[in-house]
Nanobody
Framework: QVQLVESGGGLLQPGESLRLSCAASGSILSINSMGWYRQAPGKQRELVATISSGDTTTYADSVKGRFTISRDNVKKMWFLSMNSLNPEDTAVYYC????????????????WGQGTQVTVSS
């Protein structure tokens, strides 16, 4: 089995910073692309940032220059550093990754974490 677990959410004031973490565990052969998505109340889940196995990053226009995605391959973790947070960043944040499992039965799949709440409010 493969699991993703996020951590680091919380309640913040506008302008503050926060770092989210995602840890992958289980029978993992390799982790390809990693990403962060978010879903605000009443809205669809949207892409926030991705990082490829070659460390190529992409960002949603709304977070460019404020958010940074990074990864630690040894620890099988990736992070989302968020600066200059504003109320529009309030959402449940989900990490995901394309993972190749050791078991050939599982093969390559996209996995999701359970989500962590980030609330930005004055």
């Amino acid at each position: 089995q493969v699991q993703l677990v996020e951590s680091g959410g919380g309640l913040l004031q506008p302008g503050e910073s926060l770092r989210l973490s995602c840890a992958a565990s289980g029978s993992i052969l390799s982790i390809n692309s990693m990403g962060w998505y978010r879903q605000a109340p009443g809205k669809q889940r949207e892409l926030v940032a991705t990082i490829s196995s070659g460390d190529t990053t992409t960002y949603a226009d709304s977070v460019k220059g404020r958010f940074t995605i990074s990864r630690d391959n040894v620890k099988k973790m990736w992070f989302l550093s968020m600066n200059s947070l504003n109320p529009e960043d309030t959402a449940v944040y989900y990490c995901n990754a394309v993972i190749v499992a050791i078991s050939p039965i599982l093969g390559m799949k996209t996995y999701w974490g359970q989500g962590t709440q980030v609330t930005v409010s004055s």
